[in-house]
């Protein structure tokens, strides 16, 4: 039995071209994985800055309503005259009463 070298060769070389082939789609399938990667570190660059200046205008705020809280503290603002309910009758009445007076007072 002899050794055939021409089919050897053949073989050897459909494998090795199957072999490329398959690289050539790995390395074309990596490409695309480091693009995508690059954009979504992008993307993530860009929503790290918004969270940042988020986070810096919400400090901001925080501070602003701890001093407001504090000054309501320190400072109570005075309750507002509230007249009772019997005095507004009262003046209500009074006025009816006065009213009605002049009206039949003149006729």
């Known amino acids: 039995m002899t050794f055939d070298w021409e089919a050897e060769m053949k073989?050897?070389?459909?494998k090795a071209t199957a072999a490329a082939r398959h690289g050539e789609r790995?390395?074309?399938?990596?490409?695309?994985?480091?693009?995508?990667?690059?954009?979504?570190d992008k993307h993530l660059s860009d929503m790290s800055?918004?969270?940042?200046a988020t986070e810096a205008r919400l400090g901001s705020l925080?501070?602003?309503?701890?001093?407001?809280?504090?000054?309501?503290?320190?400072n109570p603002a005075e309750a507002p005259l509230r007249l009772s309910v019997p005095l507004w009758s009262g003046a209500v009445?009074?006025?009816v009463g006065v009213a009605l007076s002049g009206v039949f007072f003149w006729n």
């Open 11 to 14: 073989e050897v070389r459909s």
């Open 26 to 40: 790995t390395l074309g399938g990596v490409a695309e994985a480091l693009m995508a990667i690059q954009s979504q």
């Open 49 to 52: 800055k918004t969270v940042k």
């Open 62 to 74: 925080e501070a602003t309503l701890r001093a407001t809280q504090a000054r309501q503290v320190n």
């Open 93 to 95: 009445g009074l006025f």
